[in-house]
T-cell receptor
Framework: QKEVEQDPGPLSVPEGAIVSLNCTYS??????FMWYRQYSRKGPELLMY????GNKEDGRFTAQVDKSSKYISLFIRDSQPSDSATYLC????????????FGKGTHLIIQP | DAGVTQSPTHLIKTRGQQVTLRCSPK?????VSWYQQALGQGPQFIFQ???????QRGNFPDRFSGHQFPNYSSELNVNALLLGDSALYLC??????????????FGEGSWLTVV
């Protein structure tokens, strides 16, 4: 079992729809949770950052973390064609020099 | 303010050769981490450098080595290249060791193709 599981998709939705992206994880030490957006052949761009359980909203994006279920989500409201990209979840325990552990990424396509 | 810069952008190497990739961290950042992202996969942590020393290492063989210079820039070296080393190599920088994630910035990466 991989530490972080993420459905690679592709996930195709019409413009304006609400998108739900999810990851599950197995390491209970993870405390910091991030969502990155990666356009084709580009570096990852940080979208959302959450510490421990709870919700965080930033514009059209909402991140949710449920540590009891080891489950994190990213919601995108009023999706736009420019949101088409690969979305990577990442997490870390935050202590010392541990690196980020990423999911495989979900390829999202927003149809105009 | 320049972000994380990496060079070269693309390169092609032959099996058995050696390669060096370079990274300049974002201004004010002193910690550099390297990741390998194979096609269709998420990035995998290779190692992190802080105060010119390797502080943490992921599950990568000794063929992967690195260096950090006094100006915080870093190099990733890969020896005895294998076809499976073909990937996007990403550099990430942060301020201080053990960054919690919100201050980690990635560069655009170096695409390595091994033939």
């Amino acid at each position: 079992q991989k530490e972080v599981e993420q459905d690679p998709g592709p996930l195709s939705v019409p413009e304006g729809a609400i998108v739900s992206l999810n990851c599950t994880y197995s390491n209970s030490a993870f405390q910091y949770f991030m969502w990155y957006r990666q356009y084709s052949r580009k570096g990852p761009e940080l979208l959302m950052y959450t510490y421990s359980s709870g919700n965080k909203e930033d514009g059209r994006f909402t991140a949710q973390v449920d540590k009891s279920s080891k489950y994190i989500s990213l919601f995108i409201r009023d999706s736009q064609p420019s949101d088409s990209a690969t979305y990577l979840c990442a997490m870390t325990s935050g202590g010392g020099a541990d690196g980020l552990t990423f999911g495989k990424g979900t390829h999202l396509i927003i149809q105009p | 303010d320049a972000g994380v810069t990496q060079s070269p952008t693309h390169l092609i190497k032959t099996r058995g050769q050696q390669v060096t990739l370079r990274c300049s961290p974002k201004s004010g950042h002193d910690t550099v981490s390297w990741y390998q992202q194979a096609l269709g996969q998420g990035p995998q942590f290779i190692f992190q450098y802080y105060e010119e020393e390797e502080r943490q290492r992921g599950n990568f063989p000794d063929r992967f080595s690195g260096h950090q210079f006094p100006n915080y820039s870093s190099e990733l070296n890969v020896n005895a290249l294998l076809l499976g080393d073909s990937a996007l190599y990403l550099c990430a920088s942060s301020r201080g060791q053990g960054a919690s994630g919100n201050t980690i910035y990635f560069g655009e990466g170096s695409w390595l193709t091994v033939v």
